[in-house]
């Protein structure tokens, strides 16, 4: 990635921070964070990833909400934000690298016990 659209995603991912903590309390969605925006090497599609923690809603019913009612606003608002020359288009997809992180940990926590040498073994202790 170059600096340019590295640059660009940082600001477009600072821009989105109000947009959807306003939709977070719309919904009571609890905390909707940006995690990563990826854009194109030309700046037309900005790839954003989302996580959304807590709340009443599912993460795939505040995607869908966010694509079907709340993108055109965005992109309003990061125009109005960002300076560009052309803003964007928005595509939403949720991350699920923390559930992944999490599955992994329990995986190697069960696997753990199995692995580690007992006490006594450890010390070198022999007395």
Known sequence: ?????????????KALASPLQRIAGELS?????????RMSPDLQIARVYVSVFGG??????VLKYIDDVEAGRI???IAKT???????QLKFFIDDSLDR???????????????EP????????ND
């Open 75 to 77: 992109r309003h608002h």
């Open 82 to 88: 960002v300076r560009l020359r052309y803003v964007p």
């Open 56 to 61: 009443r809603k599912t993460p795939a019913e």
């Open 29 to 37: 969605a609890g905390f909707i964070t940006v995690t990563e925006v």
């Open 101 to 115: 992180a999490q599955r992994i940990e329990a995986l190697l926590d069960s696997v753990k016990p199995f692995t």
């Open 1 to 13: 990635m170059s600096i340019r659209t590295e640059r660009v995603s940082g600001e477009i991912q």
């Open 118 to 125: 007992p006490a006594e073994a450890a010390d070198g202790n």
